[in-house]
């Protein structure tokens, strides 16, 4: 009798930013849309708020920041972390910006919490630097990776709130 194939096992977590950032962010839109839409009302009237050159320069402005801040709502408010028999792959907001760590290249996994002067800020996640993070806003636990790199090694902060079992099953794959 053969034994049975042992199942590799899983970890998917799909992390959201907490209530008070979608709350900001929706404070943030509005208030602009408020102004954008007031001066633009007021402008329909004899005697307008901005006008001739002015007015271009403020409604586009206004509009860059309108993008901006859906920019900001729809590529940080979601984060999903995945384990795989090829490494941990992270993807941040829904415009899929990702990243896959190898298990050839990860030394050591371990769960920890966000420190800045450790881990650096969240910043660009693509940035050249020894310290990158992957975060969540309010989410403060999570794993640092080391991975090796051609010179030395780089510390990867990821967001989890269940750090542990992303550990275990990282061991799990990382020894396989």
């Known amino acids: 009798m053969s034994e049975p194939a042992q199942e590799s096992p899983n ?10 950032m979608f709350a900001f962010l929706g404070l943030m839109l509005g208030a602009t849309s408020g102004v954008l839409t ?29 993008l901006g801040i859906v920019y900001v709502m729809l590529g940080s408010t979601l984060m999903q972390t995945t384990v795989t028999p090829e490494g941990v792959t992270v993807s941040l907001g829904i415009f899929g910006t990702h990243r896959t760590f190898v298990w050839a290249d990860i030394t050591a996994i371990r769960a920890t919490n966000h420190n800045i002067a450790r881990h650096g800020g969240r910043g660009n ?11 969540m806003y309010g989410i403060r636990s999570g794993v640092e990776l080391e991975i090796a790199d051609g010179s030395g090694s780089q510390m990867v902060f990821v967001s989890s709130l269940r750090g542990d079992e992303l550990v ?7 020894q396989a």
Not at 41 to 64: N, T
Not at 125 to 132: C, E, L
């Open 38 to 66: 007031a001066v633009g009302i007021r402008s329909l009237g004899d005697d307008p708020l901005v006008s001739g050159p002015e007015a271009m320069i403020f409604y586009i402005s206004f509009a860059i920041a309108i």
């Open 125 to 135: 996640p693509f940035a050249p630097s020894s310290r990158n993070s992957w975060t």
């Open 11 to 20: 970890f998917t977590e799909s992390l959201r930013a907490p209530g008070w």
């Open 168 to 174: 275990k099953v990282g061991e799990a794959y990382s």
